[in-house]
């Protein structure tokens, strides 16, 4: 439902979308940034699936549900990703038709490093123009935290 605007201006509601939509290019703008900056040699796909797979073993069909991707493609990605040593995926003992991902030693390596340079890139962009830092990154994960939140109950 989209209103034009009145002669005193525009709606709550224009408002609240165009806070929205600038919400939504800045966070897809820092997300391409920080991931370019973190230097993980991987693509997107594959640095989404180790991250699913940090806080341990996945299946396949619920790597697929986490990271949004069809599970076909998680099959391919975890292949390269086993290739280069950063994740492993075995056959469950019970249900052999079960794959199960896990992360490597050096997959959670190559995370680790690419966060860290992800984070350092962010406190150098803070430290050039915000006076205390560390409150604006913690504001910033307070809203984000408060918009999923929001999200997440109304089952989006």
Do not use: K, Y
Not at 6 to 23: F, K, M, N, V
Not at 109 to 131: K, P, Q, S, T
Request: hydrophobic share 40%.
């Amino acid at each position: 439902m989209h209103q034009s605007p009145s002669p005193a201006g525009p709606t709550d509601e224009q408002r609240i979308e165009s806070a929205a939509r600038g919400l939504l290019r800045g966070i897809g703008r820092l997300s391409q940034t920080l991931f370019r900056t973190g230097d993980f040699g991987l693509g997107r796909s594959q640095v989404a699936v180790l991250d699913a797979l940090e806080d341990g073993p996945r299946r396949v069909t619920a790597l697929a549900a986490h990271t949004g991707m069809a599970q076909p493609r998680v099959t391919v990605v975890l292949q390269g990703l086993e290739e280069r040593g950063l994740a492993t995926r075995e056959r469950r003992a019970a249900d052999r038709r079960v794959v199960e991902a896990s992360l490597t030693s050096a997959g959670r390596e190559l995370l680790d490093r690419g966060r860290r340079r992800m984070a350092a890139a962010l406190l150098r962009g803070l430290d050039a123009g915000v006076d205390d830092s560390e409150r604006a990154v913690g504001t910033a994960r307070d809203a984000l935290t408060t918009l999923l939140n929001a999200m997440d109950s109304e089952h989006f």
